[in-house]
């Protein structure tokens, strides 16, 4: 199992998730919104991402992956606690 991360620069809420998920024993990437490889790479994903009521992309994308397949998606430091407290 390992994660995709996609955040923005200067994004408060992409900050306070990553400072949660340092504490965590996962594996995985973070990826840079800013640039164009990182907005290819989130396109992988569009089905699994969730969009708020304009239709922009909820920040910060947090992918769980396994076996290449996404088995979650958060987007709050509360949604990565439940899930990894779930994974008991």
């Keep these: 199992m390992e994660y995709l991360l996609f955040t923005y620069p200067n994004c408060d809420k992409c900050a306070a998730f990553k400072a949660r998920l340092k504490d965590m024993p996962l594996k995985g990437t973070e990826i840079d919104l800013a640039g164009k490889e990182g907005k ?17 992309i909820i920040l910060p994308v947090f992918l769980v992956l396994n076996e290449n397949k996404v088995e979650a998606s958060l987007t709050t430091p509360e949604e990565l606690e439940t899930w990894w407290r779930s994974r008991g």
């Design 40 to 56: 290819a790479r989130l396109r992988e994903f569009l089905g699994h991402i969730r969009r708020d009521e304009k239709g922009a």
